[in-house]
């Protein structure tokens, strides 16, 4: 018999007793039995515990945003005491994210944004961020006239490395956005020492981690500026929508100028030829503040639930072969917003898209991957023809940026070998502890 045929009916016949001795709970004092074959290949599905129906708005937000259709204007500003919802939005806002200037907006995107325009960031100027991330993280730099920086990533965080970030800055880098990417927080105390010692701006990136916590302090309080979404498949949401918010005199006020259009409508003696800034108009609703001030009156939970979803997955993959969870600090709290853990190839002796459907046979709501490529690697990056196929910074000589040239290995590696596995709050623990069995399962299987 080829040795790796032997051990592998070694491994079929022991794998559930190593499942019973490393994932504690998993077989609830069941014989250790003949490891089940693979759903795919007719063997019972490792899940089979159903999420309840997902709700995640109800009443409460419909009587919220009836209150406000019960005003005389839906406009975000009508001078004190009028705007209410916008007002219990930043209330609501300031329990999760206490911050002195908090600007409501259309968007995430926006909110980066506008992040950066208030940051001061202008023509050459670089900001040194994740390859891994949605575009909204980034567009708002290049519509400011500024350079991404791509630096490389954590293997198990996925978050910007400090020491990368270091290594990044050059005498032209004027702030960096960190992304807390799928709701794990930055090493936001490192972060933070480098940004004051290299006097940068730090912008959180939050929008894909209301709700976590780094070293107990909320995220987008640790940075100069934190940036929400609301957009529909956030933790909170309201349709669309977005936050920026900061507590530093000199960006704080900037942010309601640059969200609309020049106008800070709470300057005193405010008059719209006081405008002093080019900017555009980001501005949310009161419908979509009225409708986000009770969701995020739902965020506590949410949080709380789907951090203590995670842990449970992430004790649950303990010992899988050719499997490596996602590390969150200690100290800190992840809320989750999707849960992904990467594959060793070489110890499993198969492609990730084999795994990914053996997984999802078993029951497992997951996909491969994230995003399909790192932001360099967009086809409009790499032409650099970011304006009408033009960069005219580039053209100018402002900067010598060839995104062809950049590589970021770890953040390629991350792309390339990680499993997106769902996670909400509608899930329960024994629904993780079955994607838990799942895993190690169908680990066990390919294991070398
Ligand atoms: C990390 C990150 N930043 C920014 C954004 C942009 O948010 P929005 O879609 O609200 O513009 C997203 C959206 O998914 C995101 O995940």
Redesign the pocket.
Known sequence: MPRSASRRRFLQANSAALLATQVPGLLRGAEPAAPAALAQAGGPKAVQTKPAKWVRWDERERRQVEAAVAQASLFYWQGRGVNQQTARFAEQFRKHCPATHVATCS????A?HIAVAAAGIGPGDEVITTPI??L??VSGILFQQGVPVFADLGAATYNLEPAAVERAITPRTKAIVA?H?AGTPCDLTALRALADRHKLVLIE?C??AWGAQSAGRPVGTVGHVA?F???NS?HVGAG???VAASSDPRIGPALLKFADKGNDRTAPGYTWDRTDVLATNYRMTELQAAFGSVQLERLEGIAAKRWALGRTLIEGLAGAPGVIAPAVRAGDRSTFWFFYFRLDLAKLRCNRADFVAALRAEGVGCSAGYIPVPIYKLPFFQRHGFFAGRWLIKEMGLTAMDYTRVACPEAEAILGTGVSVVLNESMDETLMRETAAAVQKVARHFAV
């Open positions: 968007s995430g995107t926006a980066v991330t949605d909204g993280t992304v990417l990136d929008a894909q940036c979404s609301l957009m956030k669309d929508g977005g």
